[in-house]
């Protein structure tokens, strides 16, 4: 049975930051719901609303509200009077848009009259509190069970987290729901000419460094890929440069220090990477190795297996969920142990030939229509709580 489009309404406020993983399922999800006549997408960016699918980068504010930021630092309630604004433009909108149901993509929703979804990427601010400023564990510590409780529908991104969810907060099994997270098309197989300009960069050389990409933070567990890098035999050290791409995060000030203070001139830190150059990235690399302690699904290694390059990942949470048979696991905790998967993939080319056929196919299974399908589905059930969920039919990713 056909549908009319669902007028449903996108907090894409984390747009006006630079995009990270948050900021790539808004864009993406948005444009795929967009695309398959599902939904018809109203997006708003803190102050403002647009009829659009969620996308960077946006204009500056309405005039009103460029005048507010530049006397904001002169007031002292300027946190409270910004809040408000920002919840009462909102609240308006979904009124004035007719908006049918919104969507929350960051976990904790704004305030609302209208059916709500919101989606748990993970529930890192427990395991790994540590991880993130003490502001935002709080926040979530005292907002997020409430959110879970009032709405209608919850989405996650892996069954890992599925499990996280429901034994953590008690919900109902039949209000969590699974929709594994896509692949974009950039990330595809590059032959070293193609790669060869951006690559030349950045001093590299295709198919001659081992990658890692992620925000540095304590969970990417980034110390623990220098120290497996370091116990590497100086020969293929020479000849396969690590290079490290992420924004800064939380607390990593003393990793960028420790990192610019190696002793080792084939360490490069290449800083936050975006645009064009990313995909010729992870296309030109020889392994990409992705040693995080949690994740709750965790698109660079699937962005690395559709980019034909071969992933060495942690064997915790989400990660061998998504990474399946096609992939190697290391503990992230035993340096030895990864040095030798490393060094035997980097000394064997025909394994990592075979591993990135596996990739390959392992990533095409993960794509962006299958997650606007599934969550369009849910959307419906949300809606009509009463009608059992039938989603549609779509290809296992079990491993």
């Excluded at 006549?37 to 500056?60: C, I, L």
């Excluded at 020479?238 to 924004?247: H, Q, T």
Aim: include cysteine.
């Amino acid at each position: 049975m056909n549908h009319p489009p669902l007028k449903v309404a996108f907090n894409a406020t984390p747009l006006l930051s630079p995009v990270t993983g948050i900021g790539n399922y808004i864009i993406e999800l948005g444009a795929a719901l967009k695309a398959s006549g599902a939904v018809d997408p109203h997006s708003f960016y803190r102050y403002r609303w647009r009829h659009e699918a969620p996308t960077p980068p946006v204009q500056a504010p309405p005039g009103g509200f460029e005048l507010l930021n530049r006397i904001k630092p002169f007031i002292p309630i300027r946190g409270p009077i910004r809040r408000t604004a920002h919840y009462l433009g909102f609240a308006n909108g979904l009124r004035r848009h007719h908006i049918q149901l919104y969507h929350e993509p960051n976990y904790v929703p704004l305030s609302y009259d209208v059916p709500v979804v919101i989606t748990i990427h993970d529930l890192s601010w427990i395991g790994f509190p540590q991880a993130h400023p003490a502001d935002r564990v709080r926040w979530l510590e005292q907002s997020l069970p409430t959110a879970i409780d009032r709405a209608n529908a919850i989405l996650v991104d892996s069954d890992f987290i599925r499990n996280e969810v429901l034994t953590t907060f008690g919900v109902d099994t039949d209000r969590v729901h699974t929709a594994h997270l896509g692949v974009a098309a950039r990330f595809r197989p590059h032959t070293p000419a193609e790669t060869a300009a951006q690559l030349k960069h950045f001093g590299l050389e295709h198919g001659r460094y081992i990658l890692t990409v992620g925000t540095l933070e304590p969970r990417k567990n980034l110390r623990h890929m220098l120290e497996c890098y370091a116990l590497l035999p100086a020969s293929l050290r020479e000849r396969f440069p690590l290079v490290i791409a992420g924004a800064r995060g939380w607390r990593s000030s003393g990793l960028v220090t420790q990192i610019r203070r190696i002793n080792d001139r084939h360490v490069r830190f290449l800083g936050h990477v975006e645009g064009p150059a990313l995909p010729h990235l992870y296309a030109g690399a020889a392994l990409f190795a992705f040693p995080s302690l949690y994740e709750g699904f965790g698109l660079p290694p699937l962005e690395a297996m559709a980019s034909g390059t071969p992933v060495v990942v942690s064997n915790r949470a989400s990660l061998p969920e998504v990474v399946g048979d096609a992939g190697a696991t290391m503990d992230p905790y035993d340096a030895a142990q990864a040095a030798g998967i490393l060094q035997e993939l980097l000394e064997v080319p025909a394994q990592r030939a075979a591993m990135s056929e596996r990739g390959l196919a392992r990533a095409a299974r993960f794509t962006w229509q299958a997650c606007a399908a599934t969550t369009s589905a849910v959307y419906r059930k949300a809606l009509e709580p009463a009608e059992p969920l039938a989603l549609p039919a779509i290809e296992s990713v079990g491993a």
